[in-house]
T-cell receptor, first 112, second 114 residues
Framework: DAKTTQPNSMESNEEEPVHLPCNHSTISGTDYIHWYRQLPSQGPEYVIHGLTSNVNNRMASLAIAEDRKSSTLILHRATLRDAAVYYCILRDGTSGTYKYIFGTGTRLKVLA | EPEVTQTPSHQVTQMGQEVILRCVPISNHLYFYWYRQILGQKVEFLVSFYNNEISEKSEIFDDQFSVERPDGSNFTLKIRSTKLEDSAMYFC????????????FGSGTQLSVL
């Protein structure tokens, strides 16, 4: 499985935008980029995913570099509820594997 | 929004005892998963299940572990003879299909083996 690299932790002020980076220099053409987050004492929660084009949903935006070797999860206005560990995960869309390989993620702290 | 339900939320057992962790996936989902997270560590894949059989399993999922979908709604993880190192949070997840649909996770069962 291709590897991702994320900063261990980041801080943001409430109501400010947050950009969470992820490097995946060994990504293959069929790898989808997924983001999940884990709030304290909860199971992981889907945030967004994409392949090549930037994606938006009600939770966040995903900006994917043109060479696909990096991506950025954008929370447009951080709230205290967004404090969580954010995981960037690559998953091959064609291999038939069912598993997601979670890394250590980025722990986001939101300051009031 | 529909959700994955796990019971119990906490389970305490003695080493060597059998435990069954229960999950009710989202009703129209076809793929089911178990993950675990030892305190302070990564979320680890254990097993995936489709069409009443295991699709994929990790090295962690040895002969002490088994999964079953005994009826149309429940999905269970059994650990036959628990060890201290099985203490972890166990998460069940489900998805409509595997082609990059999102996983829906339950809130987990905290298993403590004494």
């Amino acid at each position: 499985d291709a590897k991702t690299t994320q900063p261990n932790s980041m801080e943001s002020n409430e109501e400010e935008p947050v950009h969470l980076p992820c490097n995946h220099s060994t990504i293959s053409g069929t790898d989808y980029i997924h983001w999940y987050r884990q709030l304290p004492s909860q199971g992981p929660e889907y945030v967004i995913h994409g392949l090549t084009s930037n994606v938006n949903n009600r939770m966040a935006s995903l900006a994917i570099a043109e060479d696909r070797k990096s991506s950025t999860l954008i929370l447009h206005r951080a709230t205290l509820r967004d404090a969580a560990v954010y995981y960037c995960i690559l998953r091959d869309g064609t291999s038939g594997t069912y598993k997601y390989i979670f890394g250590t993620g980025t722990r986001l702290k939101v300051l009031a | 929004e529909p959700e994955v339900t796990q019971t119990p939320s906490h389970q305490v057992t003695q080493m060597g005892q059998e435990v069954i962790l229960r999950c009710v996936p989202i009703s129209n989902h076809l793929y089911f998963y178990w993950y675990r997270q030892i305190l302070g560590q990564k979320v680890e894949f254990l097993v995936s299940f489709y069409n009443n059989e295991i699709s994929e399993k990790s090295e962690i999922f040895d002969d002490q572990f088994s999964v079953e979908r005994p009826d149309g709604s429940n999905f269970t993880l059994k650990i036959r003879s628990t060890k201290l190192e099985d203490s972890a949070m166990y998460f069940c997840a489900s998805s409509p299909n595997w082609t990059n649909e999102k996983l829906f996770f339950g809130s987990g069962t905290q298993l403590s083996v004494l």
